[in-house]
């Protein structure tokens, strides 16, 4: 049988850590390029759009090619940003037993 008070204190100290790593997930800053470096693409932990950057001289006169480029680096640094906060998850109930019936 499973001790109530000792896994109402586990589940305080999730709620902790997930709120921590809320927090962290904010600050996160993953940036990921396309075009060779001609494009730069800057997302949050929560996958968020924080800023794209073009690399001077590079030629926008192709503007699908430029929608493209922008739009692949903006979902490999999405890709990324899930990839860490996998991380950060697996952190966070690394040390919660399984109880039958729960998820």
């Known amino acids: 049988m499973y001790n109530v008070n000792s896994l109402m204190k586990q589940a305080q100290k999730m709620q902790e850590d997930a709120a921590r790593a809320e ?3 904010l600050d996160l800053r993953i940036s990921a390029t396309s075009g060779g470096g001609a494009v ?3 997302v949050n932990g929560k996958k968020d759009l924080i800023g794209i950057s073009i690399q001077e001289g590079f030629e ?4 699908e090619m430029a929608a ?3 739009v692949a680096a903006v ?3 999405q ?8 991380e950060i998850m697996k952190k966070i109930t690394a040390g919660m ?3 039958p019936g729960l998820g």
Do not use: F, G, K, M
């Open 23 to 25: 927090q962290e997930l």
């Open 40 to 42: 730069t693409a800057i």
């Open 60 to 63: 926008l006169s192709d503007t």
């Open 68 to 70: 493209d480029l922008v």
């Open 75 to 77: 979902r490999e640094a």
């Open 79 to 86: 890709s990324q940003a899930d990839q860490q906060a996998n």
């Open 97 to 99: 037993p399984h109880i």
